[in-house]
């Protein structure tokens, strides 16, 4: 069963740092895209940026650059999203996704995670 | 940067036929992907490449597009179509746009 997991609900105070997770199992890890994507509390999506888990390259969102980190373990599976310096306008719900295929043109988005919330509070 | 828009809501009646679009400067000429997404789940992909339905997903979520629109068609709504739904695009820019999003009601 094609599926991503990811880390569990995070609380953090203004200013510190988070570091959320993405496991993929049931196929290939390094053969496709992944994705992150941002919700706000009763608000729509915005994507953060992507990372090919074969090289490690990155792209962001220009709105999330210098902001965010995107790495992963390919031994383990798995894609890491880091939040730094947060603020409490940067709490919601933040999901993984898969993308296409590695190489290849840009492509849907057909298997996500089940999201994890990061709040932000003093 | 690309601005994708939709409709806030849309209200349709068992059995009809639901209508959301998506505009945005030549769209016609962008793939276009559409999510579905209810409360408290993840989205889900019901239309990808504009008009190809993804496995497991109903021959009632149909998609096409315009110049300057795409539209996801859900014919024969039912109570469990009720969701917000989402286009999407690539755009050249090399960033993914979202839609703002339209939340369908089922009468």
């Known amino acids: 069963q094609v599926q991503l997991v990811q880390s569990g609900a995070e609380v953090k105070k203004p200013g510190a740092s988070v570091r959320v997770s993405c496991k993929a199992s049931g196929y290939t890890f390094t053969a496709y895209y992944i994705h992150w994507v941002r919700q706000a509390p009763g608000q729509g999506l915005e994507w953060m940026g992507w990372?090919?888990?074969?090289?490690?390259?990155?792209i962001s969102a220009q709105k999330f650059q210098g902001w965010v980190t995107m790495t992963r373990d390919t031994s383990i599976g798995t894609a890491y999203l880091d939040l730094n310096r947060l603020k409490s306008d940067d709490s919601a719900l933040y999901y993984c996704?898969?993308?296409?295929?590695?190489?290849?043109?840009?492509?849907?988005?057909?298997?996500w995670g089940q999201g994890t919330v990061v709040t932000v509070s003093s | 940067s690309y601005v994708l828009t939709q409709p806030p809501s849309v209200s349709v009646a068992p059995g009809k036929t639901a209508r959301i679009t998506c505009g945005g400067n030549?769209?016609?000429?962008?793939?276009v992907h559409w999510y579905q997404q209810k409360p408290g789940q993840a989205p889900l992909l019901v239309i990808y490449y504009h008009s190809d339905r993804p496995s497991g997903i109903p021959e009632r979520f149909s998609g096409s597009k315009s110049a300057n629109t795409a539209t996801l068609t859900i014919s024969r709504v039912e109570a469990g179509d009720e969701a917000t739904y989402y286009c999407?695009?690539?755009?050249?820019?090399?960033?993914?746009?979202f839609g703002g999003g339209t939340k369908l009601t089922v009468l």
């Open positions: 990372i090919n888990p074969t090289s490690g390259d990155t």
């Open positions: 030549d769209i016609g000429t962008k793939s």
């Open positions: 996704a898969r993308g296409g295929m590695i190489p290849g043109a840009p492509d849907a988005f057909d298997i």
């Open positions: 999407q695009v690539w755009d050249s820019s090399s960033e993914w746009v």
